[in-house]
């Protein structure tokens, strides 16, 4: 408990628990623009989606930490591995619940002679918006994991780091005040998009 408490006082702690945080939003704004693109792509251009779709499958059934050695390189370890963890299950989602949007709405947009861009506006991002956020909420937990994943392999620095080597050298306070922050982060990062779902879905 005191090496703990001597952590928080001399900012290391703080400064752990801000690069953990920073990596964690890196990524999830990463995996949220590529999911969003990605997936209104595949729902845009069905060739594509036919091609492509059988591929993400595979790639999101794959063990991400037995994928993070490859790509050891610092801090390019920590946001591949975090990214890698949550895209391809967000794409799938989004893309099905995109071809899963009410058909007569879109034929409905056409039959007016709308566009396939204002199908996309005016139909499949609006009705799957509480979808879209809902996702959210699962992908930024996953970024959280991924990120802590990419620490333990291959940084100097974050909660990550701080759990392997206290464990290494014995200090299980900073072990346990670790996991107990990341919970703290999860639980945050979860409330902050819950409450921005039901915002949405009270709009």
């Known amino acids: 408990l005191a090496s703990g408490k001597e952590l928080l006082l001399n900012g290391q702690l703080l400064k752990h628990l801000g690069i953990t945080l920073a990596e964690t939003f890196a990524s999830f704004f990463l995996v949220t623009a590529v999911s969003l693109f990605t997936a209104i792509l595949l729902w845009w251009n069905n060739t594509l989606s036919e091609i492509l779709e059988p591929y993400f499958v595979i790639l999101n059934s794959l063990p991400k930490s037995a994928m993070a050695p490859i790509f050891i390189d610092g801090l390019a370890t ?61 992908d930024i937990g996953l970024c959280l994991i991924g990120v802590v994943i990419g620490e333990f392999l291959a940084a100097k620095e974050g909660l990550g780091y701080l759990i392997i080597y206290g464990s290494q050298v014995f200090k299980m306070d900073w072990v346990m005040l670790s996991i107990v922050l990341l919970c703290l982060i999860a639980a945050f990062l979860y409330g902050v998009l819950n409450r921005l779902e039901k915002h949405f879905r009270n709009f």
């Not at 947009?109 to 956020?133: E, F, W, Y």
Request: hydrophobic share 50%; net charge positive; charged share 15%.
């Open 78 to 138: 920590i946001i591949v591995t975090a990214i890698s963890v949550a895209i391809f299950g967000s794409i799938l989602n989004l893309f099905t619940s995109f071809m899963s949007t009410d058909p007569d709405k879109l034929k409905l947009i056409r039959t007016l002679h709308g566009s396939q861009a204002d199908c996309l506006t005016k139909v499949i991002l609006p009705m799957n918006l509480p979808t879209i956020l809902s996702i959210l909420k699962v």
